[in-house]
Nanobody, 127 residues
Framework: ELVESGGGLLQPGGSLNLSCAAS????????IGWFRQAPGKEREAVSC???????????YYDDSVKGRFTISRDNAKNTFYLQMGSLKPEDTAVYYC???????????????????WGQGTQVTVSS
């Protein structure tokens, strides 16, 4: 089970941190990812990184969030995060966290690989 928290309403230029707590499995062997779905659009990958066991250190970011968003994990807390900065109105969406088991060096941003999903949290950026 993945439980998300941290969504909200904020103004353009603001920052927000999303959290995703995993249980009962441990995250060490799981790739982690964040996806979002804006109204009227398909769900898209925002960022992902492979498992701690397999990762070569690379991280995927969609071009629209590069330099503004950061994905991270805390295996001791079994939680992973998405730090979002310089938020824009076009970042408004429901954000989902997701995982899949892997020891590959790099994550796969395609959602078909992910088999555990959070419930989604709304992020609204508006003046």
């Amino acid at each position: 089970e993945l439980v998300e928290s941290g969504g909200g309403l904020l103004q353009p230029g603001g920052s927000l941190n999303l959290s995703c707590a995993a249980s009962p499995f441990t995250l060490e062997y799981y790739a982690i990812g964040w996806f979002r779905q804006a109204p009227g659009k398909e769900r898209e990958a925002v960022s992902c990184t492979s498992s701690s066991a397999g990762s070569d250190g690379t991280t995927y970011y969609d071009d629209s969030v590069k330099g503004r968003f950061t994905i991270s994990r805390d295996n001791a807390k079994n939680t992973f995060y998405l730090q979002m900065g310089s938020l824009k109105p076009e970042d408004t969406a429901v954000y989902y966290c997701a995982t899949y088991w892997t020891i590959e060096a790099r994550c796969r941003p395609q959602e078909r690989f992910y088999d555990s999903w959070g419930q989604g949290t709304q992020v609204t950026v508006s003046s």
